[in-house]
């Protein structure tokens, strides 16, 4: 496709809820233990959000803390985009009230809903208004608020999730500049939507007394099938993105998936043929929180000085819908 400019990153900021959860504490909510849940998934603790807290209050914080990491000024940010599946309302979208938190008018705001791969999805939806010159700043951020619509008395899903806000700035870029949106990729299959689905309160089954009290607003999921479905389609996102970019994947420095699951993370990187060095996981402090993993793991990493500016990195994630997706960029 031909472009007239140049995306890049200019910054990530991220923000997680106060209150932890850890392994111990879910012992006493449901039949599970700090061993199981350890060596299934690499989880220890996670982040809750309070009672008072939505999702555009972790979003804002964690928008403020992109901007203020970067020399674009709140003004100069022309489009807002969020990637949720737990935003504040069903309607109006969460970037409406994140565009009226931070004072910004007469600029376009939208939600994009891909799950976990959510913010994948927005970069590539934000990177196309860039490059064709419609935008020069777009905030995009991926927020959720899992635990609110988790089922605490279901062990196989009330584990997983955690709460957090991850954001970029994703601006126009000189082509003297090393930072580059090199490619993104995304894909979907709505065949196998049924496995991970939140079932009521759209317009298929309208919330109603019978919905509530069979807990069918709240995430079910097979995992063992989504489990195989993640390793297969994260490993195809990463292999098709290098291969059409003449990009071996030791040419990548970092590589960011999205944080589900350790074990799924260990075998796209024995798939891939990487070293765990090469990739970033923090999956054990803040659990899967969905379409936040990946600018959040981001922000940690460039704030820690692992991730520098020019350096290769390759952002894969995978989440409901199903859908899939990768983003490769030099930071
Ligand atoms: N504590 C103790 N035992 C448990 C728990 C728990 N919390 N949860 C499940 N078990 C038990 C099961 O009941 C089962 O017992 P059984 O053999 O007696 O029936 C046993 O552990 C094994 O269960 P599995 O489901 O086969 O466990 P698995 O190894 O597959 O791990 C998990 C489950 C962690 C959910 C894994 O399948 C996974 O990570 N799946 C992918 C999740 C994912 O990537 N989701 C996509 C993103 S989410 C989004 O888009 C919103």
């Not at 899992?146 to 584990?159: E, G, P, Q, S, Y």
């Not at 090393?178 to 079932?199: F, P, V």
């Not at 990187?269 to 990739?279: E, G, Q, R, T, Y």
Request: with cysteine; net charge neutral; hydrophobic share 40%.
């Amino acid at each position: 496709m031909s472009k007239t400019y140049n995306a890049k990153f200019s910054s990530f900021g991220s923000f997680t809820p106060a209150k932890i959860l850890n392994n111990f504490d879910l012992e006493k909510i449901v039949d599970t233990s700090d061993e199981w849940i350890r060596t299934r998934t690499g989880m220890f603790e996670r982040h809750i959000a309070s009672e008072n807290e939505a999702a555009s209050d972790l979003a804002y914080q964690a928008a403020v803390r992109a901007i203020e990491s970067s020399s674009v000024k709140y003004k100069d940010i022309d489009h807002i985009i969020i990637a949720t599946i737990s935003g504040d309302h069903p309607f109006p979208s969460t970037a409406c009230v994140i565009q009226k938190k931070l004072g910004l008018k007469n600029i376009p705001a939208f939600d994009i809903s891909a799950g976990c791969t959510g913010f994948i999805y927005a970069i590539d939806v934000a990177r196309q208004y860039v490059e064709n010159g419609a935008a020069q700043n777009i905030l995009v951020i991926g927020v959720e608020i899992l635990t609110k619509i988790t089922n605490w008395k279901d062990r196989n899903t009330c584990v997983l999730f955690g709460d957090a806000a991850g954001a970029a700035i994703i601006s126009r870029a000189e082509s003297s500049e090393i930072s580059l949106i090199i490619d993104s990729l995304i894909e979907a299959d709505g065949s196998q939507g049924e496995y991970l689905i939140q079932k009521a309160g759209g317009s298929r089954m309208p919330a109603s007394h019978e919905t509530v009290d069979q807990n069918l607003h709240t995430v079910y999921m097979e995992g063992n099938r989504i489990f195989k479905s993640a390793i297969k389609c994260m490993y195809a996102a990463c292999t098709e993105i290098l291969a059409r970019n003449d990009l071996k994947v030791a040419d990548i420095d970092w590589i960011i998936p999205h944080q589900a699951n350790l074990r799924i993370i260990e075998a796209l990187a024995s798939k891939l043929k990487v070293p765990m060095s090469k990739i970033i996981v923090n999956i054990e402090k803040y659990g899967n929180t969905s379409s936040a993993t990946i600018p959040l793991a981001v922000d940690e990493a460039i704030r820690a000085q692992k991730i520098r500016r020019g350096d290769k990195i390759l952002l894969t994630s995978f989440g409901a819908g199903l859908t899939w997706g990768s983003v490769l960029a030099r930071y």
